[in-house]
């Protein structure tokens, strides 16, 4: 008589980190006068409220997947690693216009791996930081070695350029970073979570039942209620942040940079005011030249701290992303 059947699990590297990070931004600029116009409102005030001083959008040409290959092959090339080495394609996103399937699977196919695992992560502003954190599971959990994680958003699709509360925040972009295995840890505990009650804050505005029945053409356009999201931001989300750097074993004087995701400048000051974090802690302030990209925002915040001199390899950054869900993660990560 044999016994139960005893199932073998998987056990990967001690640590993971982040071991590449990529970035691409759409050829077309677009400042604040190209959009004031038709909400009644003016650069002054944009830049007052937001910070924004002007965002990319995307060209026809630049697609949800064609800007994640660009920014996965700077990834790969800085990380020194071979799509043919990537196990598992992550893609943060709510702007691919297919409900499935996955971008990811044309990502992964293009890129050249060879039948990595592929899916999307919809968990909006939050998405990138979501796929960190499973990613750096993935890895100690030996489910994947070399996972490549993007967050990307073609919003001026789904933009509505006739609201005021939001026609001036939203962009498009793409960042993507390769984790894998590591000696010393690279990724500190994910800190995240969801509130549904506040579920109707930020959404698609129509459910696609309704976009199949209407009678005029519908596109099913982002609505905000923009002052609450403001106020449940700036400070629920700086608890979380100090959460992260409490189950990292990080203190505030110990970090070198803060890159929260980039929904408003003044939200971004008002987490760095509440987390009470050092002068020295160099803060990202992507969202002045890029808008808010949801998904992809903290990538290529952090793109342009390396780019500035803001950040370097080796440097311990405090990841802080949130947005529709409500939805939030946080973690620390050791830069590459
Ligand atoms: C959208 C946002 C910039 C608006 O700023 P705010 O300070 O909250 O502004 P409010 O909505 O309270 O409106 C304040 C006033 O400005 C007016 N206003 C709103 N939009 C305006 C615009 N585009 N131009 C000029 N005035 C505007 C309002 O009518 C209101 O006027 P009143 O005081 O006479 O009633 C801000 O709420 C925000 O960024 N929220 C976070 C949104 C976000 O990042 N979401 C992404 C997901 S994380």
């Known amino acids: 008589m044999s016994g139960p059947v005893e199932l073998r699990s998987s056990q990967g590297a001690p640590?993971?980190?982040?071991l590449g990070l990529g970035a691409y931004r759409p050829s077309r600029v677009v400042p604040n006068s190209e959009i004031v116009g038709r909400i009644d409102s003016t650069d002054e005030w944009v830049q007052q409220r937001s910070g924004i001083r002007e965002r990319r959008w995307a060209t026809d040409d630049e697609t949800v997947q064609s800007m994640s290959v660009a920014a996965s092959r700077v990834a790969l090339e800085r990380a020194g690693?071979?799509?043919t080495q990537i196990d598992c394609v992550v893609v943060a996103t709510i702007s691919h216009m297919m409900q499935t399937p996955a971008v990811a699977t044309l990502v992964a196919h293009e890129l050249?791996?060879?039948q990595a695992a592929a899916f999307d992560v919809s968990a909006a502003c939050a998405g990138f930081c979501h796929g960190?954190?499973?990613a750096a599971d993935f890895i100690r959990a030996g489910s994947a070695r070399h996972v490549l994680v993007?967050?990307?958003e073609k919003l001026s699709e789904i933009t509505n350029p006739d609201d005021r509360g939001s026609a001036f925040i939203f962009a498009d972009g793409a960042g993507a970073v390769v984790m894998g295995p590591s000696d010393v840890a690279g990724v500190g505990p994910v800190v995240w979570g969801s509130d549904g009650e506040q579920y109707d804050l930020?959404?698609?505005r129509e459910d696609w039942r309704e976009v199949i029945v209407a009678d005029e053409p519908v596109i099913p356009h982002l609505v905000m209620q923009g002052n609450a999201v403001f106020r449940w931001a700036s400070f629920a989300m700086a608890k979380i942040g100090r959460e992260a750097l409490d189950r990292a074993g990080v203190s505030p004087e110990q970090l070198d940079c803060f890159v929260p995701h980039q929904a408003n400048m003044r939200i971004t000051d008002a987490m760095a005011r509440a987390m009470k974090l050092p002068p020295g802690v160099r803060i990202a302030r992507d969202i002045a030249?890029?808008?808010n990209t949801s998904a992809a925002s903290i990538p290529l915040a952090l793109e342009r701290m390396y780019d500035e001199g803001d950040a370097k390899s080796g440097d311990i950054a405090l990841l802080v992303a949130f947005g529709a869900g409500l939805a939030y993660a946080a973690q620390v990560v050791r830069l590459p």
């Open 150 to 152: 993007i967050g990307v």
């Open 15 to 18: 640590h993971a980190a982040i």
């Open 289 to 291: 030249e890029q808008g």
């Open 81 to 83: 690693i071979d799509a």
């Open 132 to 134: 960190v954190g499973m």
């Open 202 to 204: 930020i959404r698609q």
């Open 112 to 114: 050249g791996t060879e």
